[in-house]
C-alpha cells in the first residue's frame, strides 16, 4: 500500500496582528503547516509554487522533517502573502489582505511517481488548481479538501466541483453555514454529505471539531490552553495531523477516523502556543502522544444509565 502523503496549498509568507504582538514575513501557508503536521506519521511530498523572495531556510526547515519538497517551483515574482489580524477573543480573524503572487499563474504539475500516491491533501487554496491535482492523481484511497471564505466567495461552482469529488472535508463552522446560506450546522453537514463526501468534518476553532458522516457524528474538545499566541495555520495543522495519522494506519473506518480527529486537535493545540511553524516544527510525537491522552480523558465517561426516580416523600 502507497503511504505517502501528498500535499497541495498556498506556501507563503504571512503578516499576522494579535492584541497582543505583531510580526511580519512569517513563514506560512496551508501546505506548510498541513506538511509538517502529516510528517510526524507518514512521508509527504509537497507540491506548490514560491518566488523569489522566499528563504530558502524554509524549504530546508521542511526537508528537515522529511517532507520532499522537490514538487515546488521557484518562479519570478512574489510569493503568496497573506495579512491576517484576530479580534480579542483569538477566534475571530480578518484579513487585511490576500496577495497571490506566483500562485496566480501557477499550473500544478504533478511528478510522475507522486500520482500514485495513497492519500491526498488539498489544502486551502484556489478551487481550480486543486481540480487540476485531481486530475493528474490515480485512484488515491483517501481524498481530504479544505477550503476558506475567500474561495466560497470568489469561487463557489469551482469549489462544489471539488467537494463532488473528495471522500472527506474540513471546513470551519462559519464557512460551511456560509456556502449553504443556513443558520444550522448539521443541516450544512447533510448537504457536503449530498454532495458525496463520506465525512464532513466541522472545525470550530478553540471549542473543538465535529465531524459528521451519514450514520453517525463524533466531536472533539480542542485543549483548553491558558494561552494562545497565534491561531494561524490551526485548521491546516489539524487537517495535516488527521491525513497524516490514517495514512500512518492505513484503515479508513469510524474508529480510525475518530482517533485521526484527536489526533488533529491535538497537533493544532501545539501550533497556536507560537507564530508561524516554530512550535510546529519541534513537536515531537511523545508530546502528541500526551495531548491526545488528555483529550481522550477530557471526552470519555461512562454510558449513562437512567436511575430509579427517587420518590416524592409522602407520595406512594
Ligand atoms: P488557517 O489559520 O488554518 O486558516 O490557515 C492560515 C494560513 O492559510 C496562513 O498561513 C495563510 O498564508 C494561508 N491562507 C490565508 N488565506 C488563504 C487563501 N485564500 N488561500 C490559501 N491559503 C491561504
Known amino acids: 500500500m502507497n503511504h505517502h502523503v501528498l500535499i497541495i496549498g498556498s506556501i507563503a509568507l504571512d503578516d499576522i496582528k494579535t492584541p497582543w504582538h505583531e510580526e511580519r514575513g512569517l513563514l506560512g501557508g496551508s501546505a506548510v503547516y498541513g506538511s509538517i503536521a502529516a510528517s510526524m506519521f507518514a512521508p509527504v511530498d509537497i507540491v506548490g509554487v514560491v518566488g523569489e523572495d522566499f528563504p530558502a531556510e524554509h524549504l530546508e526547515m521542511l526537508r528537515a522533517h522529511g ?3 522537490s514538487g515546488v517551483e521557484r518562479r519570478a515574482g ?7 489580524e484576530y479580534r480579542q477573543n483569538m477566534n475571530d480573524r480578518d484579513t487585511h489582505f490576500t496577495e497571490l503572487g506566483v500562485f496566480a499563474e501557477f499550473d500544478p504539475r504533478i511528478p510522475e511517481p507522486w500520482r ?3 492519500f491526498v491533501f488539498l489544502a486551502n487554496i484556489d478551487p481550480e488548481l486543486q481540480l487540476r491535482v485531481l486530475e493528474q492523481v490515480r485512484q488515491p484511497r483517501l481524498v481530504l479538501l479544505d477550503t476558506m471564505n475567500l474561495w466560497i466567495n470568489l469561487k463557489r461552482d469551482a469549489l462544489i466541483e471539488v467537494i463532488k469529488r473528495v471522500d472527506a472535508i474540513l471546513i470551519n463552522e462559519d464557512e460551511a453555514l456560509m456556502l449553504f446560506q443556513t443558520h444550522s450546522l448539521p443541516e450544512a453537514a447533510d448537504r457536503l454529505l449530498e454532495l458525496g463526501v463520506s465525512r464532513a468534518i466541522i ?3 478553540s471549542h473543538g471539531a465535529q465531524m459528521f458522516s451519514a450514520d453517525s457524528t463524533f466531536a472533539v474538545p480542542a485543549l483548553p490552553l491558558r494561552k494562545v499566541n497565534d491561531p494561524t495555520g490551526a485548521g491546516d495543522t489539524f487537517a495535516g495531523g488527521v491525513i497524516g495519522y490514517l495514512a500512518a494506519g492505513g484503515t479508513l473506518d469510524e474508529s480510525s477516523f475518530r482517533q485521526a480527529i484527536m489526533v488533529g486537535s491535538a497537533c493544532a493545540s501545539f501550533v497556536v502556543e507560537d507564530f508561524s511553524t516554530r512550535r510546529l516544527a519541534a513537536l515531537t510525537p511523545g508530546q502528541i502522544q500526551e495531548r491526545c491522552d488528555r483529550l481522550h480523558d477530557a471526552i470519555c465517561c461512562e454510558r449513562v444509565v437512567m436511575p430509579e426516580r427517587v420518590p416524592v416523600p409522602g407520595k406512594r
Open 78 to 84: 512574489q510569493t503568496f502573502r497573506w495579512g491576517g
Open 67 to 69: 517532507v520532499d519538497t
Open 116 to 118: 500514485d500516491s495513497g
Open 203 to 205: 472545525k470550530k476553532g
